[in-house]
């Protein structure tokens, strides 16, 4: 089915309109040019938040800051005591960003943490303890983040990577650069056995990856089978 504007309107009334300071960062962030195409649709936000609170999530980390839309709708799904880690390499929107959490009366739950996003999440504890994890930066990076990322999560945690498609280039055979790099990781995640995971084509293409309980490792499987 091709979204036309007029279905696109009616998938957004589907969902609660954008409160207050949400359609304030919504307006800022339009503001600053063609740049904002980079925050996600707030139907996406809306998915985000449940996908939040369906795992109870008390540690959320998030790849990709920018305006921070994502990360006041993961805010809004975090458990109570929970807490936002989000990463950007630049500071350059951090202010409107932190406005905007602090309208939203969201700001205590969250850690911004400038710089490169790697080096950050290799300095996070080892033990597993991610219960969500929001993929939404450089497309090169993501295999990076994703290896980084998947033996720190939780049993039955969310690992979220945004714009898996890449506006379609993603299914081009001859797909280069950001798109290349997108298709490979589409296909490591779909090799990887730690991990359940459907591609969603909402907004730009999200994969949606559960980490399994150790249980359900063909490995641990065979071994349970054989024990009394
Ligand atoms: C698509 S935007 C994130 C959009 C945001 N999630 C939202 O919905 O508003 C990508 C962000 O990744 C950041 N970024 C790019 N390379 C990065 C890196 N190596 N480490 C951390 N952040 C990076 C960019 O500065 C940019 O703000």
Known sequence: MRLTSR?????????????????RLIDDTTALGGIAEMQIPHEQGALLTLLAKLVDARTIVEVGTFT?????????????????????ISSDW???????????????????????????????P???FIDLAFIDADKVGYLEYWELLVPRMAENGLILVDNVLYAGEAADEDATGNAKAIQEVNAHIRAD????????AI??????????RAREFPGDRARAEVTP
């Open 7 to 23: 279905i696109v309107d009616y998938v957004l009334a589907q969902v609660a309109p954008p409160t207050a300071a949400e359609q």
């Open 68 to 88: 921070g839309y994502s990360t006041l709708a993961l805010a809004k799904g975090v458990a109570p005591g929970g807490v936002v880690l989000t990463h950007d």
């Open 94 to 124: 951090s202010e409107l960003a932190t406005r905007a959490w602090k309208e939203a009366g969201v700001a205590d739950r969250i850690q911004q943490r400038i710089g490169p996003a790697a080096p950050a999440l290799a300095g996070l």
């Open 126 to 128: 080892e033990e597993p």
């Open 193 to 200: 056995e730690r991990v359940e995971s459907v591609l969603l």
């Open 203 to 212: 907004s730009d293409g999200l994969t949606i990856a559960r980490k399994k």
